[in-house]
């Protein structure tokens, strides 16, 4: 690819100058408000618009911090992504940073900020350790049954919200974040939040996830004085980032002390939290900003993701049919439940649907 192949000239040249002239084209962070397409709480409209104004290689140069490279290219990005697998460098989520930065209990080590905040080896090193338990059917097996019993309960919720024409209320989104906060909980807090019924602590969590994702955008794209003077974004990210933060580190040291009084004999499976707990290298600190960073990165796009998943399904009858008839075939009324066995041979959804779907809705799109 031209993309790919010009990335290559830049790092084989030795000459500044000759660096310069490959450059891709691109406009000054501080011209992006100009452009029609610009709204804070929907980049991807202007990444999108830059893309076609500029190719599928650009640039949004910043006098303050290095350039931000943009590519749009898929084979372009599948090598990018090959090539810094082991040492990513992202320049989002710098407010999200200097909140841990900053941070006046101590909780974070310096050089020590979690997978969102972290770049390089220190970024490999809690990555590398915990991917081991996060990619191992074993441990995500464990997660089945309870997963099975949140998605029979959200069926059942999405009967009762039905009007009578037989529709879901337009903010049915709010409902697939209850839903995906539900799940995410279950695996990074090691417990049921209660969001279905509107628990106190789903309330709390849900609007301080909210307010986190809502102020690190106006952060990241706003007004950026909250570098030298702290802003009411910042002050508010901050706020509710120490409220999660508090709330994930009561529930990791809960696994912990339950750890030490039922020392694991090897005769069940661990959970993820519990696995790395166990895993040497990795501190118990280590942990809770990693169990906190898997809600926040997850909540979004796995209720985005579902919420594309189902248009697409509602769009393509045939192939809703399809995959009906699969998962009829395989697990029957579900009365016994789900089993990871049942799962392995539903070879549609994974193999064919979702592939093609996520080419025309990428998660993070």
Not at 15 to 40: C, H, I, M, R, W
Request: proline share 6%; charged share 25%.
């Amino acid at each position: 690819m031209k993309a790919i192949s010009m990335f290559r000239r830049c790092l084989s040249t030795p000459t500044l100058s000759q660096v310069k002239k490959l450059e891709p084209p691109g406009p000054k962070f501080e011209d992006l408000p100009s452009y029609n397409a610009y709204d804070p709480e929907r980049m991807h409209l202007l990444w999108e618009d830059l893309s076609k104004q500029y190719g599928p290689v650009f640039q949004v140069k910043n006098s303050s911090e290095p350039s931000m490279y943009f590519l749009s290219d898929v084979q372009d990005i599948h090598k990018m992504f090959k090539v810094t697998a082991k040492n990513p460098i992202r320049p989002f989520f710098e407010s999200y940073r200097v909140v841990r930065e900053r941070n006046e209990n101590n909780f974070f080590e310096q050089g020590k900020l979690g997978l969102m905040c972290q770049h390089g080896e220190e970024w490999w090193r809690v990555r590398s350790k915990v991917q081991v338990h996060t990619n191992k059917p074993q441990t995500i097996a464990t997660y089945i049954p309870k997963m099975d019993d949140i998605g029979k309960e959200f069926v059942e919720r999405m009967a009762k919200l039905r009007n009578e024409n037989n529709e879901l209320p337009d903010d049915f989104i709010k409902e697939l974040y209850k839903w995906a906060l539900e799940i995410m909980a279950l695996v990074s807090l090691n417990k049921r939040i209660g969001g279905f019924e509107g628990s106190e602590d789903s309330k709390k969590l849900t609007e301080a996830a909210d307010k986190i994702m809502a102020n690190i955008a106006e952060c990241e794209y706003g007004d950026k004085s909250w570098r030298h003077t702290p802003t009411a974004a910042f002050n508010t990210l901050k706020e509710n980032h120490d409220f999660w933060i508090r709330y994930t580190e009561s529930e990791v040291n809960k696994c912990y002390e339950e750890l030490l009084s039922n020392k694991p004999d090897g005769s069940k499976p661990l959970n993820v939290m519990e696995s790395m707990l166990l895993t040497p290298g990795l501190s118990r600190k280590d942990v809770i900003i990693t169990m906190m960073d898997f809600v926040m990165a997850a909540i979004d796009t796995t209720a985005q993701t579902v919420a594309f998943t189902l248009y697409s399904l509602a769009s393509n009858p045939q192939q809703q049919k399809r995959l009906q008839q699969e998962i009829d075939s395989i697990g029957g009324d579900a009365e016994d439940g789900l089993t990871s066995s049942q799962m392995a041979n539903i070879p549609f959804l994974p193999n064919r649907f979702l592939k093609k779907h996520f080419d025309c809705f990428p998660q993070v799109h």
